[in-house]
């Protein structure tokens, strides 16, 4: 499937939703906001209009209620979409989400499905502070009966999204806000793409480089700029963070023999932790140095522009813990550094790159 | 009004038939509870008999029942399948579940059972969303969420009562006030307001009836549901009533401290399934050998059901790891 229509992420997911919304009439969506002017960032925008606005269902602000109700519908036959406009609002949700949504099929043995889409927004800068920006996906993933997906590409994320709809299971889809902003071909036709594995998005052999959301963003710049000094690695966008498949990752650091993980949220019990820790366990006779994790440090997200300077990891933190694994000679590592450097220039920190435009 | 000055006949003796059911197979757990055959925790129902055979008894089989963690007398009062309980509750592959939940997850979608949570107010939204599908798609069917006295406590509680309200949604919230939540008295957790006052916040109306007489639960609920069924919304009925046994196990526990002798013989005196049978004795709808023969032929299913259970096998353990994703 090909197209030169360059939509952003936020744009295929409303396209994605929308049309899943209008081949199924058994999806309906909720939200706090759901019909607003605007529509959890223009995602849900003129669906009631086209869809029927009886099946837009306004959330008083309960968010653990409205998930169990959320859940109930669903075990009536419907399929529900609830957006949150932040990850934190779905925290009030977590009895039902942990305790219903994710046990539901296997508690009753079978019989009963939860073919719920969750939506989970992560707002990252312009002062979001401690409250308005945390990417909880590694709590998340803890959860069997949960699948978690993190779709980072547009193409993609219409897919996934439509395949998260007609899922039969709990489908949180953790989306960052910045992620929204990134251009890339979208086809303009209804399709399903399966909620499966890692997605290679770089070919490469000195290095695997395993990033979730957001950071895979950071990360293809990384790789494409190394490039240009002829060293490629494999890059892989996770995508899918449960069910995890593992097996293209052992693939490639068999391969590589080196591995860099890049969280989008905490470092700490990250999704890093979790495929180092496996990698170290299946892979260890053919790593050759210790793998590395990122992700953000072990404190909350200040609000202050002047507070987060450090706090996020970047293309640049990227490219230096990559170094201490690939080793370049000074000038083909200052080289790079200075591309990445410019292409940002003197964007402030806390507003989205408008570097990312595809194809990716 | 109540829409029934008087009860059928036939719907008497189902009323006391299901209580004596309750009661019998209850007791039988609490008897059998020491053989240490049934390794997981049970919240037994005996006291409160009424409260399930006089809400579920008024209900269709396509109406929807939520339950708690005591919940094997709703599912006995909606048709289930006593067999199929115990052998949920014995862990073995022909329990309801197959032993994936077992006393406390007790859910069987033959007689819309459709789920029993143990954690406190979270299968109430499971309800209300059963009730807004039914109200989206145009069926008459009502859902039922019960809950104990604890639950209106719960922030999910409001939050769904404000909802369903709003939508005027076909679900009946069935508060079972047994007076305790585990060893804690009602008046350490709520001031003093009527818990009816909770719900008519938020514009639901309400009916208060003696939890422990049947007939006055089955009218009120009867009157609830014809108010779902046409689309006039929902309704929270408060039964008053007092449960027999500890929180949880198959004992009496009034010596250890949180509740008085006098108290619970105080509510064994208005024990719901004598009450009633004393009523249909006088009114001449039962005769003494009508309730000694009733209860052989339940002392018999009993008995059946139990070796039914025993007998099962256990659900082999490489299964385990099924049915985590649809």
């Known amino acids: ?360 | 009004m109540a829409i029934i000055m008087k009860l059928e006949y036939e719907k008497s003796i189902e009323l006391y038939a299901c209580m004596q059911r309750i009661r019998l197979v209850e007791e039988a757990i609490s008897t059998r509870y020491v053989e240490q055959e049934m390794r997981c925790p049970v919240h037994l129902s005996i006291g409160q008999e009424a409260a399930a055979a006089g809400v579920c008894l008024a209900l269709e089989t396509r109406d929807k029942v939520f339950s708690t963690h005591r919940s094997h007398a709703h599912y006995l009062s909606k048709g289930g399948d006593l067999r199929k309980m115990l052998a949920e509750i014995y862990g073995k592959a022909t329990g309801c579940i197959g032993g994936r939940g077992g006393s406390m997850h007790i859910m069987d979608l033959d007689v819309n059972m459709v789920a029993s949570i143990p954690i406190v107010g979270s299968c109430i939204p499971l309800a209300v969303g059963s009730a807004l599908a039914d109200s989206l798609d145009g069926r008459d069917n009502v859902s039922i969420a019960y809950l104990g006295d604890a639950s209106v406590e719960e922030g999910v509680f409001h939050e769904s009562a404000n909802f369903a309200k709003l939508r005027d949604l076909p679900v009946l919230f069935v508060c079972e006030n047994n007076l305790y939540s585990v060893y804690t008295q009602l008046h350490e957790r709520q001031p003093d307001r009527p818990i009816t006052a909770l719900a008519e916040a938020h514009g639901i109306p309400t009916y208060h009836c003696d939890g422990n007489n049947v007939e006055e639960v089955y009218r009120s609920t009867l009157n609830a549901l014809k108010n779902a069924r046409s689309n006039k919304g929902p309704s929270f009925l408060l039964l008053d009533t007092y449960r027999w046994l500890e929180h949880c196990g198959p004992n009496f526990d009034n010596d250890i401290g949180y509740r008085t002798e006098a108290e619970f013989r105080i509510w064994k005196n208005r024990d719901p399934v004598i009450l009633y049978k004393k009523n249909l004795l006088k009114k001449g709808i039962l005769t003494e050998e009508d309730t000694v023969e009733l209860k052989c032929e339940i002392q018999k299913e009993i008995t059946a059901a139990f070796d039914f259970a025993k007998n099962s096998p256990y659900p082999d353990h490489s299964t385990a790891i099924n049915n985590v994703y649809a």
Request: charged share 20%; hydrophobic share 40%.
């Open chain 1, 1 to 360: 499937m090909t197209s030169d229509r360059s939509i952003s992420l936020g744009e295929a997911i409303r396209e994605g939703l929308l049309q899943a919304s209008q081949r199924d009439s058994s999806v309906i969506h909720f939200a706090e906001g759901v019909d607003d002017p605007l529509a959890v960032f223009g995602t849900l925008k003129g669906f009631g209009d086209k869809i029927g606005h009886e099946r837009m269902i306004e959330m008083p602000i309960s968010e653990n209620a409205l998930t169990g109700v959320a859940i109930g519908v669903a075990l009536s036959g419907k399929r529900p979409v609830i957006s949150f406009q932040r990850v934190e609002f779905a925290m009030l949700a977590l009895e039902q989400i942990a305790n219903n949504a994710a046990k539901f099929h296997y508690v009753s043995n079978g019989q009963h499905n939860i073919p719920l889409v969750m939506r989970l927004i992560v707002g990252r800068g312009w002062g979001q502070g401690p409250e308005h920006s945390q990417s909880l996906e590694g709590m998340f993933a803890q959860f069997p009966g949960l699948k978690v997906i993190m779709p980072s590409l547009p193409e993609d994320a219409k897919g996934m999204i439509i395949a998260a709809v007609n899922d039969n299971n709990p489908v949180l889809v953790i989306e960052h806000r910045w992620n929204h902003y990134a251009v890339g071909n979208v086809p303009t036709e209804y399709y399903s793409k399966d909620i499966v594995g890692p997605k290679k998005i770089r070919n490469g052999d000195a290095v695997t480089l395993v990033a979730t959301s957001y950071m895979t963003l950071e990360c293809l710049r990384v790789a494409d700029a190394l490039s240009s000094v002829g060293v490629s690695v494999d890059l892989f966008d996770l995508r899918v963070l449960r069910p995890l498949d593992l097996e293209p990752i052992v693939q490639s650091v068999k391969k590589t023999g080196k591995l860099l993980t890049v969280d989008t949220g905490y470092r700490k019990y990250g999704i890093g932790a979790e495929i180092v820790s496996s990698i170290v366990e299946i892979c260890f006779n053919f790593l050759k140095l210790a793998p590395i994790r990122l992700g953000l440090p072990d404190h909350p997200t200040p609000s202050s522009a002047g507070l987060i300077k450090n706090y996020y990891i970047d293309s640049i933190k990227i490219l230096e813990s990559l170094n201490t694994l690939i080793k370049l000679d000074r000038s083909s590592f200052e080289g790079v550094k200075k591309n990445i450097f410019n292409e940002r220039k003197d964007i402030p920190i806390d507003v989205p790159d408008p570097f990312f435009k595809g194809p990716f």
